[in-house]
Every structure is written in structure tokens, then in C-alpha cells.
């Protein structure tokens, strides 16, 4: 394709109106230097402010920043996937559109992907203005996920990353629709480094990943990668188990050999039956979660639903399968 851009950036959307502006004038300046034939995607994610305004209004104004918009929120890691599926560029770059990813960082991934790399993650060093207890768990996370995960995970690292035309194409063919894609990026392999960077603080709104959204990408990350909560769930098995053995020899021994000693009695019952009743829960809670997964996989659905697209054209990437008969192009 003699037209092919060389970069694609791909940013999820969700009520960042007062992002956007800066956004565009940045990266526009940034293109004009490093790879003028570039196109950026902005992806709606359902938005309720006058994002998609906005970008239709940058469009407009410069035909390099296209634009999807989904029919509701789907949530990040679907719009990112969106946004993946309609990219042609040779190199493909995924950010945030809150400027905690730096735009200027994008002349450092381009330059790994021209040495030869065919993944390069950009690599947290410092989170400027984030409270301490989010910087902690975010530590925590990342090195528990790399010990359970079944591939390696770089700790410290988002979705803020560059990937090859050819991982891009790979990722697209992926059918699974809970999709964690920093470690889908992962599982793929290929020739992948880092570029280490200073997160920066949110350039204006308010935070959208909320701790509740963060917990549930957390626990998607780890259940996707990873069979280890199964067996976790044989653990506590074998472990109640074998304290019920040990409780069952304890009152043998105290009947025999202190038929007169006052046993704890209730206390002793009520708790056993929570202890039990409580590992039961949480082995039946991870179970779900697997079986969840396996139920959302069966069911086939698309992975998301477009009504508006402008500047693109949609590929033909099988497994994912959007929905564009209602779709609006502009």
C-alpha cells in the first residue's frame, strides 16, 4: 500500500473534552517533526460531554486525527481494541488521552521501532501527583502479576506503548473478549525493550479509572494469564482439609486424656464452620470467575458496536467482528 502511514496512534476517549484541544495541538506539532504521514484515532467510548464534538471539529480542521465512536461505553480496553482494529499504519502507538502519557515520548518509541524492536512498552520510572496508596498497589500489582502470570509481564508498564504492524495484526486476529492488552502484548512475543519515562499528572478533568475500575482490570489481568487462582482454590481446599483433621485428632486426645476438661465447645464449632463456609465462598468466587469468562467467550457477540466512524475504513479482522450496519460515516 503505497499510502500506508507509517504511524498510527490509537487514543480511547471517554469525557475528555477538556483534553482534547491540547492533545491535538501537541501531537500535531510532534507529527509535523517526526512522521508527517501519520494518522491518529480517537475512539469514543460512549462519551457524555462534547467529545465527539470536538473531534469531529479536529477532523475537520486537520484530516490526520480520524475518528470511531461506539455506540456506548464498552469500557478502555475494548475502545483501545477498537481503535487497533482500524489502524493501517506500519507502526501503531497507543495512549491516554489525560497527558499522563507524554506525547513527546513518542519520538523515543519510534526510534526503538526503527532499530528493529518490534514491541516497545514505555516504562513508568516516576508517577508525578498520584497519592501514595495508588502508587503502592500499582507497585504490588504489577510484581505479583509477574510471578503469577504464565508469561513476563514488564513491571511498571500501561498500555501507553508502540507495537509493529505485524503484533497489531496478530492482536486483531485474537478472538477472547476479555481482553488485558498489556499482557496480550506479552503473550505474543517478538522482539520486544522499553523506553523508561516520568508519568505526568492528569492535564485537566477529573480521573476516570477509578479504584473500582482499576480493581476490576487487576483481577482481569491475573485471570486471563493465569490458572495460579485455581489452584489457590486446591490450596485452600487441602488446607481446610488438613485443619479439620487436626481439629478431629485435638478432641480425640482432649476426650481421652482430659475426659474432665471443659472444651471450648460452641466457640470451637462456630468458628470451624466459618472458616469453612468461608473457603468454600472463595473457591466457588474464583470458579466463577472462570466460568464467567468461558460464558462471555460462548456467547459470540462482537466485541463492540460503531455508530459513527470518519477518516477511516473498517478491515476485515474476522474474530472480532464489529457491528457497522448502523454506523454513521462522515
Known amino acids: 500500500m503505497t499510502d500506508q502511514p507509517e504511524c498510527s496512534i490509537v487514543i480511547p476517549v471517554y469525557n475528555e473534552q477538556e483534553n482534547l484541544p491540547e492533545i491535538h495541538r501537541r501531537i500535531a506539532a510532534l507529527l509535523d517533526q517526526l512522521s508527517p504521514n501519520s494518522e491518529v484515532i480517537f475512539v469514543d467510548d460512549g462519551s457524555r460531554d462534547c467529545s465527539l464534538e470536538m473531534m469531529r471539529a479536529i477532523h475537520a480542521q486537520d484530516a490526520r486525527f480520524r475518528y470511531v465512536s461506539l455506540a456506548r461505553n464498552f469500557g478502555h480496553q475494548i475502545a483501545v481494541t477498537a481503535g487497533l482494529y482500524y489502524t493501517t499504519g506500519q507502526a501503531v502507538i497507543v495512549m491516554d488521552a489525560d497527558l499522563q502519557d507524554p506525547p513527546e515520548v513518542i519520538a523515543a518509541l519510534l526510534q526503538k521501532w526503527r532499530e528493529g524492536y518490534q514491541i516497545v512498552y514505555a516504562r513508568r520510572v516516576r508517577r508525578k501527583q498520584e497519592r501514595w496508596l495508588k502508587r503502592v498497589l500499582a507497585y504490588w500489582f504489577y510484581r505479583v502479576i509477574r510471578v503469577l502470570a504464565e508469561v513476563d509481564i514488564p513491571p511498571d508498564t500501561g498500555d501507553f ?161 464489529p457491528i457497522h450496519s448502523a454506523a454513521r460515516t462522515v
Not at 236 to 254: D, E, K, N, R, T
Not at 268 to 277: D, E, R
Not at 290 to 300: D, T
Request: hydrophobic share 50%.
Open 161 to 321: 506503548c508502540l507495537m509493529d504492524r505485524r503484533v497489531v495484526d496478530v492482536l486483531n486476529a485474537m478472538p477472547e473478549r476479555n481482553r488485558y492488552l498489556r499482557g496480550l502484548r506479552a503473550w505474543v512475543g517478538f522482539r520486544q525493550t522499553d523506553v523508561a519515562y516520568d508519568r505526568e499528572p492528569r492535564f485537566a478533568g477529573e480521573v476516570k479509572y477509578t479504584f473500582r475500575k482499576s480493581f476490576a482490570l487487576a483481577v482481569n489481568g491475573i485471570v486471563s494469564l493465569s490458572r495460579a487462582p485455581l489452584r489457590l482454590a486446591t490450596y485452600f481446599g487441602l488446607s481446610a482439609a488438613g485443619l479439620a483433621m487436626l481439629m478431629v485428632v485435638l478432641v480425640i486426645y482432649w476426650r481421652i486424656y482430659y475426659p474432665s476438661a471443659t472444651l471450648v465447645g460452641y466457640a470451637i464449632i462456630t468458628a470451624a464452620i466459618f472458616f469453612f463456609g468461608a473457603v468454600q465462598l472463595i473457591c466457588l468466587g474464583i470458579l466463577g470467575e472462570y466460568i464467567g469468562r468461558i460464558y462471555e467467550e460462548v456467547k459470540g457477540r462482537p466485541l463492540f458496536t460503531v455508530q459513527e466512524v470518519s477518516g477511516v475504513l473498517p478491515v476485515s479482522h474476522e474474530p472480532i467482528r
